[in-house]
T-cell receptor, first 112, second 114 residues
Framework: SQQGEEDPQALSIQEGENATMNCSYKTSINNLQWYRQNSGRGLVHLILIRSNEREKHSGRLRVTLDTSKKSSSLLITASRAADTASYFC????????????FGKGTMLLVSP | ETGVTQTPRHLVMGMTNKKSLKCEQH?????MYWYKQSAKKPLELMFV???????ENNSVPSRFSPECPNSSHLFLHLHTLQPEDSALYLC?????????????FGNGTRLTVT
């Protein structure tokens, strides 16, 4: 069953702008991961944030996690055309299966 | 290069055909996965193998039959598929299957069932 749900479904911005994508989930988690998928390719892991962490950075990426609201956000700063892709959040639940459950993704278009 | 190689990249098959998808990982991981990606739907986990043993079968129809001969290779055998089985089939691997390790995906096999 779907755990993570991304918002918005699609986002269109200009190069240089920041892009923010949100993810909400339903059950308690061990960790939350963000992935990127370019058209026709596999998913690429971007960042993992554990349930006891609130914020994590990797280059131009900033991920926040609010376990009280069961939500996470992915911020891409100073976006580039090459950031155009679909972005997915995935969660690992505390109970039940330990494997990842993905959302439907946010399609990001960055125009030059 | 992702470290996970899937073949073929594209496959068109009739409903009465039998075909196999192949996945190979060069990362020394112990867990391998099959996911199905259909348009406008979340990725669906199909099968999980950990140290060659199947640990999850997510209520997948028997027309999909996985095989994991060793920790580096994973197959998905297909027979008598339906048109709704057309999708992108993604293989992934991770260090282990406890959920703390990121998944490394192949580029998928785009399957079309006619």
């Amino acid at each position: 069953s779907q755990q993570g749900e991304e918002d918005p479904q699609a986002l269109s911005i200009q190069e240089g702008e920041n892009a923010t994508m949100n993810c909400s989930y339903k059950t308690s988690i061990n960790n939350l991961q963000w992935y990127r998928q370019n058209s026709g390719r596999g998913l690429v892991h971007l960042i993992l944030i554990r349930s006891n962490e609130r914020e994590k950075h990797s280059g131009r990426l900033r991920v926040t996690l609010d376990t009280s609201k069961k939500s996470s956000s992915l911020l891409i700063t100073a976006s580039r055309a090459a950031d155009t892709a679909s972005y997915f959040c995935a969660t690992v639940s505390v109970s039940g299966y330990s494997t990842l459950t993905f959302g439907k993704g946010t399609m990001l278009l960055v125009s030059p | 290069e992702t470290g996970v190689t899937q073949t073929p990249r594209h496959l068109v098959m009739g409903m009465t055909n039998k075909k196999s998808l192949k996945c190979e990982q060069h990362l020394g991981h112990n867990a391998m996965y099959w996911y199905k990606q259909s348009a406008k739907k979340p990725l669906e986990l199909m099968f999980v193998y950990n140290f060659k043993e199947q640990t999850e079968n997510n209520s997948v129809p028997s027309r999909f039959s996985p095989e994991c001969p060793n920790s580096s290779h994973l197959f998905l055998h297909l027979h008598t598929l339906q048109p709704e089985d057309s999708a992108l089939y993604l293989c992934a691997s991770s260090q282990d299957s406890v959920g703390d390790s990121p998944l490394h995906f192949g580029n998928g096999t785009r399957l079309t069932v006619t």
